[in-house]
């Protein structure tokens, strides 16, 4: 089995401390993907009884707006992880 060199560019280094960053934004961008899921898949089933029509289609605007909030949560996390020290990742 070959070894790999330390700058090989499939080598990833990352510190607890970045690790620790990406996970808690990933978890809260899972969480938004779910609660998309839910207003969606609701709101589909309110859009099968004219009645409820009004209340499926704010679930579709909520929705739509957590899609906005996908792409911030991506950009904090870049931001997080410049404002970091790189000293701070090599403990």
Do not use: C, K
Not at 34 to 40: E, K, N, R, Y
Not at 78 to 91: A, G, K, M, Y
């Amino acid at each position: 089995m070959a070894h790999r060199r330390a700058d090989d560019p499939l080598t990833l280094h990352m510190g607890h401390e970045e690790l620790v960053i990406r996970r808690r934004y990933e978890t809260l961008s899972i969480i938004n993907d779910f609660l998309i899921a839910i207003w969606f898949l609701v709101g589909s089933i309110l859009f099968l009884y004219p009645s409820l029509a009004e209340p499926a289609a704010w679930l579709f605007i909520i929705g739509s707006f957590q899609f906005l909030i996908r792409p911030t949560l991506r950009l904090l996390s870049h931001i997080h992880l410049q404002r970091v020290p790189e000293s701070d990742w090599e403990r």
